[in-house]
């Protein structure tokens, strides 16, 4: 969880330069007797994983390598780019969302044919909850998996009543669990993924997350410093095999 939370507080400060669009000055969130402090973290893209080793001097980040840092910048601020999030804080950057769609149904198995289902047993159940506000606050909409919503507009809460909300464009963070049933091998290979939509219909840029046996609980508590507050319109949540579970 800490290496998420590291990768997610990059990726908001990294944004936030790049886009120049953060009104709180980097200077004003980092300690006055420290002004440079280096860091690295991984990322993958197009199949090749990469270690970007950063220093952060003052208000600039600075790439060891300038390459990557390109590389960074251009996926950051593509607003086609979608990501894939691992359990462990791994990012893995593709270039839209069809790309990322392929490469989820070519790299995992869904849990939702007979081929698959009984393999599935290890991970019983999971449950998305996403929330109105930041730091899972506002109103939350409850789903148990797997769903697919292809609409926010007409978004329906689980339990009694059943009455539709507008959901749509409003989504800020969220939490997924998972039921790991008792004497599940440890090398278990069973995973989630719950991928958000910009549009509606499973369209336009999204970001994916996995929940797998070994990490039974993943959130974001804040969309916006992923540049996706206020943004979801769609989502889809389903069981997987995981080819990467120690990823």
Known sequence: ??????????????????????ENTLENMLPAENKVHSDSF?????????????????????FINPEI???????????????????????EY????????????????RSDNAQTRLSMAHL??????????????????????PIEVPNMKNAYNYGVPM?????????????LTGSRRVGTPE?????????????????????????NVDHQEISHTNFKKIDFNDKVSSFKLYKVRDPYPKL
């Not at 290496?3 to 330069?17: C, E, G, H, Q």
């Not at 019983?124 to 789903?143: A, N, R, W």
């Open 163 to 175: 009455i539709p909300k507008d959901f749509n464009d409003i989504i800020t963070s969220f939490k």
């Open 1 to 22: 969880m800490k290496t998420l939370l590291k990768m997610m507080a990059f990726i908001s400060i990294f944004v936030s330069i790049t886009s120049c669009s953060n």
């Open 94 to 109: 593709f270039d839209s969302t069809k790309e990322l769609e392929l490469f989820v149904e070519e790299k995992f198995q």
């Open 124 to 145: 019983t159940s999971i449950t998305l909850k996403v929330y109105e506000h930041k730091d899972f606050g506002g109103e939350v909409l409850t789903y148990n998996g």
């Open 42 to 62: 991984r990322f993958r893209y197009q199949g090749v994983e990469y270690t970007a080793e950063y220093e952060l001097q003052d208000s600039t980040i600075v």
């Open 187 to 211: 090398n278990a290979e069973m995973s989630a993924i719950v991928i958000f939509y910009r549009d509606s219909n499973y369209k336009s840029s999204s970001k994916a997350f996995i929940l």
């Open 69 to 91: 840092g390109n590389m960074l910048s251009k996926l950051n601020n593509n607003p086609n780019t979608s990501t894939l999030t691992y359990s462990n804080g791994t990012i």
